[in-house]
């Protein structure tokens, strides 16, 4: 399973980076307008820390603003991937992106359908939301298990990205179902990175050892 950090903080993706954990990177718009920085002076900086995917999101709305801005937004590196929204203009530009053979990824995807368009339209990478999903008191796993099901009884190729991740569950839920990456939180990763009984047993074997020694 990849992970992806789900950032446009360079610190964040520095430090995961370090523990190899940062296979990827996925921003959106509020990512991008948290960190107060120029959008393509960030997106250039995270693909100097990252040789992987970096998702960069269009702002327009029309398939040809899309299409423009995808054209711009390559020429900052070739590991880019142009995130487009869930919209019929965003399956078009999909579609025209990938005979282009840019890489894609559709974003706010909420349902299988939804998720099937996308792979038809070519896309490399598809982004359904749990997360906001839970909030609805939708099983936003279910979600997942729906499209890695549909996938695969058509072999696409299209990767699925589990995205608005909360929790460290829903990181262990995706993998179970073998979602092929999960794009996460920089914070969420610190959850599953300890456990209370690791730092207790190593507490535990350095004052044994600092004792024998006296
Ligand atoms: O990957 C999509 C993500 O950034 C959205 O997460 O927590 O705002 O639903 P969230």
């Known amino acids: 399973m990849k992970f992806f950090l789900d950032t446009a903080n360079v610190d964040e993706i520095r430090e995961a980076h370090s523990m190899g954990m940062v296979d990827g990177v996925t921003t959106n718009p509020s990512l991008i307008a948290k960190e107060g920085r120029d959008f393509k002076e960030v997106i250039t900086e995270i693909c100097e820390i990252v040789d992987g995917p970096v998702s960069a999101e269009v702002i327009s709305t029309d398939t040809e603003g899309m299409l423009k801005e995808a054209r711009e937004l390559v020429k900052i590196n070739k590991n880019i991937v142009i995130k487009v929204p869930m919209t019929i203009d965003g399956i078009k530009a999909t579609c025209r992106l990938s005979k282009e053979d840019i890489a894609t990824n559709v974003t706010l995807v909420f349902s299988p359908l939804q998720a099937l368009m996308a792979a038809k339209a070519g896309a490399t990478y598809v982004s359904p939301f749990i997360g906001r999903l839970d909030d609805l008191a939708q099983d936003g796993m279910q979600l997942i298990e729906q499209i890695v099901e549909m996938y695969s009884n058509y072999a696409f190729d299209t990767e699925i990205i589990v995205a608005s991740v909360r929790n460290p569950l829903h ?32 507490k535990a074997f350095l004052d044994d050892w600092n004792k024998a020694k006296k």
């Not at 990181?171 to 456990?195: C, E, Q, R, W, Y």
């Open 171 to 202: 990181v262990l839920d995706a993998a179970m179902l073998g979602a092929d990456i999960a794009t996460i939180p920089f914070n969420v990763l610190g959850k599953f990175a300890s456990h209370p009984m690791t730092d207790k047993g190593l």
